[in-house]
């Protein structure tokens, strides 16, 4: 089956980039997602980009998809601690459908 | 509009007994997905409903099961409750339009002793 990985762990300082960063074997994915969770909290939608597309930037959110590589990576320009939480990447399931597959999940910290 | 909700939000259960979640989606989304989330196993999906139909399923055994309604809310129901079963429980729902968004709720939080 599908297969998602992320690193776990992303430490950086305020006003700093993040790039977190996740892999994905299913060389059909259609979709790709970025979720965020705080603590005690479901899961926020944050942005999703087409496998045709390279590319797709949103406010501070830009998301880059390098589908030969099945390289996936959600940079967070100016991170402020209200961006600490837990990152998750999903791919869409190509059958048909609204399964999602998620990845590991990365906890963003961000410091003073 | 309003967002997913879930009741209850809290639950605690012993051993061998059951449980039903419930889920109304989004107004106007006819699909509605199940998760568990755990720390050991992250998050698994169990099932999607459509149009009151099982469109997809986990690997989750029987003793998890689901059902959706006309007006598009769903339930979930673990029997024969087990430790393991602890766990975040998370209801997704979706357009069946272009745009793929699934927007989820705030959970259950389940507590089986």
């Known amino acids: 089956g599908e297969d998602v990985e992320q690193s776990l762990f992303l430490s950086v300082r305020e006003g700093d980039s993040s790039v977190i960063n996740c892999t994905y074997t299913?060389?059909?994915?259609?979709?790709l997602y970025w979720y965020k969770q705080e603590p005690g909290a479901g899961l926020q939608l944050l942005t999703y980009i087409f496998s045709n597309m390279d590319m797709k930037q949103d406010q501070r959110l830009t998301v880059l998809l390098n589908k030969k590589d099945k390289h996936l990576s959600l940079r967070i320009a100016d991170t402020q601690t209200g961006d600490s939480a837990i990152y998750f990447c999903?791919?869409?399931?190509?059958?048909?459908?609204?399964?999602?597959?998620f990845g590991t999940g990365t906890q963003l910290k961000v410091e003073l | 509009k309003a967002g997913v909700t879930q009741t209850p939000r809290y639950l605690i259960k012993t051993r061998g007994q059951q449980v039903t979640l419930s889920c109304s989606p989004i107004s106007g989304h006819r699909s509605v997905s199940w998760y568990q989330q755990t720390p050991g196993q992250g998050l698994q999906f169990l099932f999607e409903?459509?149009?009151?139909?099982?469109?997809n399923k986990g690997n989750f055994p029987g003793r998890f099961s689901g059902r959706q309604f006309s007006n598009s809310r769903s339930e979930m129901n673990v029997s024969t409750l087990e430790l393991g079963d602890s766990a975040l429980y998370l209801c997704?729902?979706?357009?069946?339009?272009?745009?793929?968004?699934?927007?989820f709720g705030p959970g259950t939080r389940l507590t089986v002793l």
């Open positions: 299913d060389s059909s994915s259609t979709y």
């Open positions: 997704a729902s979706s357009t069946s339009g272009p745009k793929p968004e699934q927007f």
């Open positions: 999903a791919d869409a399931f190509t059958g048909g459908g609204n399964k999602l597959t």
């Open positions: 409903y459509f149009s009151e139909t099982q469109r």
